[in-house]
Nanobody, 116 residues
Framework: QVQLVESGRGLVQPGGSLRLSCAASTSIFNIITLGWYRQAPGKERELVAISTGRGTTDYADSVKGRFTVSRDYIKNTVYLQMNSLKPEDTATYYC??????????WGQGTQVTVSS
């Protein structure tokens, strides 16, 4: 079983930055894909960014050029650096780790609010 714990919640002004962290309870060397999702009130959960074990990343069009996902293999943590934040980025952000076994793990979510 894998536990994912997100941190970094906050209230920021438009144009500001925030970094989210997702700490895994196991080595992330064996987790091929680590993803960040978000869900705004009344909307479906959407993929924001993914990081693969091969070093590739991918982003939703709405965050390209503003968000960066990265891994720290020593700390077993995946980060989401968010710059130039917009009010529409307001959501609960979740970390996701789908395993080869078919198990799918989620963090508890962390709130990001972008408002002046």
């Amino acid at each position: 079983q894998v536990q994912l714990v997100e941190s970094g919640r906050g209230l920021v002004q438009p144009g500001g930055s925030l970094r989210l962290s997702c700490a895994a309870s196991t080595s992330i060397f064996n987790i091929i894909t680590l993803g960040w999702y978000r869900q705004a009130p009344g909307k479906e959960r959407e993929l924001v960014a993914i990081s693969t074990g091969r070093g590739t990343t991918d982003y939703a069009d709405s965050v390209k050029g503003r968000f960066t996902v990265s891994r720290d293999y020593i700390k077993n943590t995946v980060y989401l650096q968010m710059n130039s934040l917009k009010p529409e980025d307001t959501a609960t952000y979740y970390c996701n780790a789908p395993l080869r076994t078919g198990e799918d793990y989620w963090g508890q979510g962390t709130q990001v609010t972008v408002s002046s």
